[in-house]
């Protein structure tokens, strides 16, 4: 019967070999041959010998493992970077803890504070709606780990962000509509203190001004973007005159506002026209399917690991201040499709 506390004292017994040339072999040193090395490892097997993982972080003072720290992992877009992250992780030998801050600033900083307690040896955060300020990751920082912040960018000293450029994606998909014949657009914006949604919102005041619409800060609504919040904002919009569009700054906000007008028999696109932004799955089979903006999520999160890794590699979070921009895509489909 193998026995789970077998230690390299019990192999160097078992073989009559130096414990130093068994602790030797089973790091693969190249001071030991490749016949002892297999000699060792057999024996080690035939025993049952598992590795103190502990007692080697101890040694080396690192984890082999990294903090992911994101919104809503239910989230399409949050769970396929998360994939990338996995798969990137994996090939370098690294574990990943996985959390959600639920867009809540004050589980946010508890987060942080367990990552830093587990003494990960780097981050990667998609920032709360609810940030609204850097201390949190700053200490982190100031014990040496580097931090990376993805798809929310954050613009504190001494860190990397991967992103998309939301501001010129936004203009995209808002001058989009007015191709289609809309004028009277209304925007569900994020939280203003997010410079993601400040990015979003930017985008689209911009359209307006290079196609001669003026910006009316009453077509701007402002929430958390979340089902409900669409359901409300839908039955805001009705009491403006004349809205013929909605760009909204995530899939779940414009789909359940569209539900909402549907059943208010508003006809999309041919009264309203919408386009969101995520790609959510249910975006392309809902009726009519949701005009998005695709994010390369996959990418990001096999990008984000990979400038992780080199940081924690390199030892350094010193002097980075580096921003990666991704492509993202405008996917066109029904429910913005007026003159078709």
């Known amino acids: ?7 390299i004292h019990d192999i160097s017994k078992a073989l009559e070999i130096d414990s130093s040339t068994v602790s030797r072999a089973l790091n693969n040193s190249p001071r030991v041959s490749q016949k002892t090395k297999d000699k060792i490892l057999s024996m080690a097997n035939e025993l ?82 609810k940030t609204i300020e850097y201390n949190h990751f ?70 307006l001004e ?8 009453e077509y701007i609504f402002e929430s958390y973007l979340m089902r409900e919040d669409g359901i409300e904002m839908a039955k805001k919009l009705l009491k403006l005159p004349q809205v013929d569009a909605v760009f909204s700054s995530n899939d779940t906000s414009a789909i359940s506002a569209m539900q909402y007008l549907k059943e208010n028999d508003i006809r999309i696109p041919e009264d309203i026209a919408f386009v969101g932004f995520s790609n959510e799955p249910i975006s392309a089979v809902i009726e009519p399917s949701l005009t998005t903006v695709k994010q390369p999520d996959f990418e990001m999160g096999k990008i984000a690991a990979s400038l992780l890794f080199e940081q924690i590699k390199n030892k350094t979070n010193k002097g980075l201040n580096h921003t990666k921009i991704l ?11 007026k003159k078709e």
């Open 1 to 7: 019967m193998k026995n789970n506390n077998v230690t």
């Open 48 to 129: 049952g010998y598992q590795r103190n993982s502990l007692a080697s972080k101890l040694r080396t003072n690192k984890t082999y493992s990294i903090g992911v720290i994101v919104p809503r992992i239910s989230r399409h877009f949050f769970s396929s970077v998360i994939a990338g992250i996995e798969e990137t992780a994996f090939d370098a030998g690294y574990d990943v803890i996985i959390c959600q801050s639920l867009d809540d600033f004050e589980r946010e900083k508890k987060l942080m504070n367990t990552m830093l307690s587990n003494r990960v040896d780097g981050i990667l955060i998609s920032v709360s709606m």
């Open 138 to 207: 700053k200490e982190y920082q100031k014990q040496g780990f580097p931090i990376l912040f993805f798809d929310r960018p954050c613009s504190i000293e001494n860190s990397t962000n991967v992103i998309i450029d939301d501001y010129k994606i936004s203009m995209e998909a808002t001058e989009h509509l007015i191709k289609q014949g809309c004028s009277n657009i209304v925007h569900f914006s994020g939280p203003q203190k997010s410079q993601l949604y400040q990015n979003r919102t930017n985008g689209y005041k911009a359209a």
């Open 210 to 217: 290079r196609n001669n619409i003026p910006i009316r800060e």
């Open 327 to 337: 492509k993202p895509e405008l996917i066109i489909r029904n429910s913005s499709r």
